[in-house]
Nanobody, 120 residues
Framework: QVQLVESGGGLVQPGGSLRLSCAAA????????MGWYRQAPGKQRELVAV???????NYADSVKGRFTISRDNAKNTVLLQMNSLKPEDTAVYYC??????????????WGQGTLVTVSS
């Protein structure tokens, strides 16, 4: 069984910064893509940023230049550094891992979500 454990959400003022972290636990051989998605109240879940095990990244246009995604393949962790936060960044942020190679096969896994609130 594979689990994603997230941390780092909270309340921050506009213009502030937060860092989200996500660690994959379980009998994992490798993970192809790790990333972050978010869901604001009344809206669909959307991609924030993803990173491949080779280091290629993809960002939503709304966060380019403000958010940075990184990962440690050896530790199966992914980080999201969020700077210059705006009220519209308020959402539940979910960690995602695709192409998780385990003894049970190739999996996709979601974290439980962590709330980010940007407000003065």
């Amino acid at each position: 069984q594979v689990q994603l454990v997230e941390s780092g959400g909270g309340l921050v003022q506009p213009g502030g910064s937060l860092r989200l972290s996500c660690a994959a636990a379980g009998r994992i051989f490798s993970i192809n893509v790790m990333g972050w998605y978010r869901q604001a109240p009344g809206k669909q879940r959307e991609l924030v940023a993803v990173i491949t095990n080779g280091g290629r990244t993809n960002y939503a246009d709304s966060v380019k230049g403000r958010f940075t995604i990184s990962r440690d393949n050896a530790k199966n962790t992914v980080l999201l550094q969020m700077n210059s936060l705006k009220p519209e960044d308020t959402a539940v942020y979910y960690c995602n891992a695709r192409g998780v190679v385990t003894t049970s096969g190739n999996l996709e896994v979601w974290g439980q979500g962590t709330l980010v609130t940007v407000s003065s």
